[in-house]
């Protein structure tokens, strides 16, 4: 005779929160006939038992997982050694809402997120986007375009996570510590291409462990970029109860701007000229609506558009420069535009100028004087101007107020009306 041996099968059940609301026994109809047979007297001391919980009402059975290989259902076990088995049952849908955020755009070169993000239209005007059911965007749908998937992941069982992602071309994948988009780190990345769906070409494809507590919700982002030829994305995670596999729609739920934290954007006019400031997205037109609130950290580009006769000094505040200027809503943001009369285009000199260089001196007189000055100047300014006002190259300027135009004799000319002190003066750096 054989030995007969009998080991103990004990089936564990567990569940989510949203499974602690049915009745136990629903959940069990599994156990009973399939936990005795390794009680046998096979010639061997193994069996095969298998395992298949059924889905109580409102839950959907996700794996079985424990010391007995690959999850599945059902699952085989043999019957080796006293073996526990737990039956993981997630709720239907009582975490994500079923889609996630997909945003892309089009005509953008390049293999490298850095080539989406650097571009004008990121982040807030993308050619489209759509809602996918699952964390994968489409396949092989085009060239030179950018993509970003964002929106939160509701993990069912707390415990630790592992994602993978799939990219081509490049891709990065950033996670939250919380649903707040600020958090998020980037925890994978794919720096050439991979195939779909295809986890491990590259070290960097995979994150680390990461703990998550189930009934929160994560942030989760997104960024891929295309170049040319195949192109497809996707996050595939490994959990409690979770086998490797593409993030599912029951686990994601859309972006959404968290509410009250919108940031205002002040635009003020300066200088002698006058112009229109405008925002993208809409919102400032200054004109006359010259402040705007813009959600927490959305990018707006301001443009300023000199009105006929004047021109464009530059932006201080905010923005530097004279070309367009982008602001980063991340707290309240003030930004001045300087627009000048272009003053016919030459700038006059003033009649009888003393040449200085550096600083006037006082000026010895509360009479009216004209200075001016071969040299580059980066910068300007009035001393004891009390009732006086001054004018550089014929063309009304507020002291310091930059530009400054040389006329063609080389000279930059100030010519300063009369006022109350003699000892006022002019200096130039
Ligand atoms: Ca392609
Ligand atoms: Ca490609």
């Given at each position: 005779?054989?030995?007969t041996v ?6 564990v ?41 059924a889905a ?49 755009w ?13 571009n ?38 707390s ?11 490049g ?31 590259l ?42 596999s ?29 112009g ?14 010259c ?9 707006v580009?301001?443009?300023?558009a000199?009105?006929?006769g ?27 535009a ?39 100047i ?32 080389g ?19």
């Open positions: 005779m054989g030995r009998a080991f103990g099968l004990t089936l059940l567990y569940s989510a929160h949203a499974y602690a609301q049915q009745p136990p026994s629903t959940a069990k109809p599994a156990a009973p006939s399939t936990a005795k047979p390794a009680t046998t007297t096979a010639p061997k001391a193994a069996a095969s038992p298998a395992a298949k919980p109580a009402t409102g839950t959907t059975f996700s794996a079985t997982s424990a010391n007995v290989g690959e999850p599945g259902n059902p699952v085989t076990i043999k019957m080796l050694s006293n073996t526990t088995v737990t039956a993981n049952f997630v709720p239907q849908g009582s975490q994500g809402s079923g889609t996630i955020l997909r945003e892309f089009n005509n953008v070169t390049g293999s490298t997120v850095a080539s989406l993000t650097s004008a239209a990121y982040p807030n005007s993308p050619t489209g986007s759509e809602q996918l059911t699952s964390l994968e965007g489409p396949t092989n749908v085009t060239d030179n375009y950018g993509s970003r998937i964002r929106g939160y992941i509701h993990p069912p069982i415990g630790a996570y592992t994602f993978w992602l799939a990219s081509d071309d891709g990065d994948l950033l996670l939250s510590t919380s649903d707040n988009p600020a958090s998020a780190t980037r925890i994978a990345f794919v720096d050439s291409w991979t195939s779909p769906r295809e986890w491990t070409k070290a960097s494809q995979k994150s680390a462990a990461i703990n998550l507590v189930a009934g929160q919700k994560y942030y989760i982002e997104v960024l891929h970029k295309e170049a040319t030829g195949g192109d497809n994305v996707a996050v595939a995670w490994q959990g409690p109860g979770i086998a490797l593409v993030i599912a729609g029951n686990f994601l739920s859309p972006f959404v701007r968290p509410a009250g934290t919108n940031q205002t954007l002040t635009v003020a006019k300066t200088g002698t000229g006058t229109t400031v405008t925002s993208a997205p809409t919102g400032i037109n200054c004109g006359s609506t402040s705007a609130s813009f959600a927490s950290g959305v990018s580009t301001l443009t300023a000199a009105a006929s004047s021109t464009f000094a530059g932006w201080t505040g905010a923005c530097t420069g004279t070309g367009t200027c982008t602001v980063s809503m991340s707290a309240a943001r003030s930004v001045t300087t627009f000048n009369t272009s003053g016919g285009g030459t700038p006059t000199p003033c009649s009888n100028p003393i040449t200085f260089s550096g600083s006037t001196g006082n000026f010895n007189t509360t009479g009216a004087v004209c200075y001016r000055t071969a040299a580059t980066n910068g300007w300014g009035c001393s004891s101007f009390d009732g006086r006002t001054v004018t550089v190259g014929g063309e009304a300027r507020t002291c310091g107020q930059m530009p400054v135009t040389k006329s063609a004799d000279f930059t000319y100030f010519s300063a009306t009369a006022g109350a002190f003699p000892w006022a003066t002019i200096f130039t750096w």
